[in-house]
């Protein structure tokens, strides 16, 4: 399981973002099990995070085979599945309409 509480409470900017993103990647290639992503204790989630670390990294393996690999678990915030959501939905449509 990977705990985004351990990069903070509050994940706020593109740098952390990217650092996650890399970490789900390195996670994935070495496990051959699906991976839980844990929102317990986080906060805050901005924009900026969530595309640098879940709409790049959605556009980059597609987003059936994030489904596959990776399971968000403890996400109860209404306000933070909003960004989330709202924030990959964007770099979908990005990624789509520059092909």
Do not use: H, Y
């Amino acid at each position: 399981m990977i705990r985004l509480s351990e990069w903070g409470t509050t994940l706020g900017t593109r740098n952390l973002g990217e650092k996650v993103r890399l970490c789900l990647l390195k996670e994935m290639e070495r496990s051959q099990q699906p991976i839980e992503v844990s929102f317990k204790d986080v906060f805050m989630v901005s924009t900026s995070f969530a595309d640098e670390c879940f709409g790049k990294l959605i556009v980059a393996i597609g987003p059936q085979q994030f489904r596959e690999v990776f399971s968000i678990v403890d996400l109860e915030d209404k306000m933070i599945k909003n960004v989330l959501n709202s924030t990959v939905k964007q770099r979908l449509a990005l990624s789509k309409a520059s092909q």
